[in-house]
């Protein structure tokens, strides 16, 4: 699925996703909505700690930002790491174009020469 994203600045494909996976484990305390659910990292933002996730239960997928804190622990709060929840894919990649506007500042990309 996620090599299909087309990801849009600073949305980008995870070089270790599987690493990002890891610290969300090692993160989210058993309050969290995301306790003992299976996420694969479809997405990270280069210049924060966002990562989409591709969170999977049953027959039903969701998708999720999570705002790591790089802890390497289990965060005491319920609502920590931060977490935005997306019902589809499409939801989220409508986020992420405004997303990409806000960290743009909604510039264009320059013409190209010929």
């Known amino acids: 699925m996620e090599s299909e994203i087309q990801f849009l600045t600073p949305w ?3 070089a270790s996703p599987e690493g990002l996976v890891a610290e969300l484990r090692r993160e989210v305390g058993p ?6 659910k299976a996420a694969s990292a479809i997405g990270v933002a280069r210049d924060r700690d966002d990562v989409l996730f591709e ?5 039903t997928r969701q998708y999720a930002v999570v705002h790591l804190t790089w802890s390497g622990k289990p965060e005491p709060s319920a609502t920590c790491p931060f977490t935005r929840f ?4 499409e939801q989220w990649l409508e986020w992420m174009k405004t997303d990409h506007e806000d960290y743009t500042y909604g510039e264009k990309e320059p013409p190209q020469r010929l």
């Open 12 to 14: 980008t494909t995870p």
């Open 55 to 59: 969170i999977s239960g049953g027959s």
């Open 31 to 36: 309050h969290h909505p995301l306790f003992y």
């Open 86 to 89: 997306f019902d589809s894919l």
